[in-house]
Nanobody, 123 residues
Framework: QVQLVESGGGLVQAGGSLRLSCAAS????????MGWFRQAPGQEREFVAA????????YYTDSVKGRFTISRDNAKNTVYLQMNSLKPEDTAVYFC????????????????WGQGTQVTVSS
């Protein structure tokens, strides 16, 4: 079955950077739109960023525009999320997800999910 495995989370001070990775297996990676979502304690899972199959189109939630960059390497079946200028409000579990849909930004549009990686930003 499809596997999505996130890595790269951790504890960082406000203003710092982290790079998340998500390695995919058992799917035709280049055929899927990939997304990153996050869920803070007591809150619903929210969209963060998405990237089209070939990587030419990207989508971001307003709160991370200019700070986060999503990218992918189809040869390595991996999607990345570079997070700069981190803020305490970015603290959450970050999930990667895959969908066959185009320009997907909603939870329900994604078929496959990873287990998540914790990102904690201290003030």
């Amino acid at each position: 079955q499809v596997q999505l495995v996130e890595s790269g989370g951790g504890l960082v001070q406000a203003g710092g950077s982290l790079r998340l990775s998500c390695a995919a297996s058992r799917l035709t990676f280049s055929a899927y739109t990939m997304g990153w979502f996050r869920q803070a304690p007591g809150q619903e899972r929210e969209f963060v960023a998405a990237i089209s199959r070939g990587g030419s189109s990207t989508y971001y939630t307003d709160s991370v525009k200019g700070r986060f960059t999503i990218s992918r390497d189809n040869a390595k079946n991996t999607v990345y999320l570079q997070m700069n200028s981190l803020k305490p409000e970015d603290t959450a579990v970050y999930f990667c997800a895959a969908t066959g849909r185009v320009a997907a930004t909603m939870n329900y549009e994604y078929n496959y999910w990873g287990q998540g990686t914790q990102v904690t930003v201290s003030s």
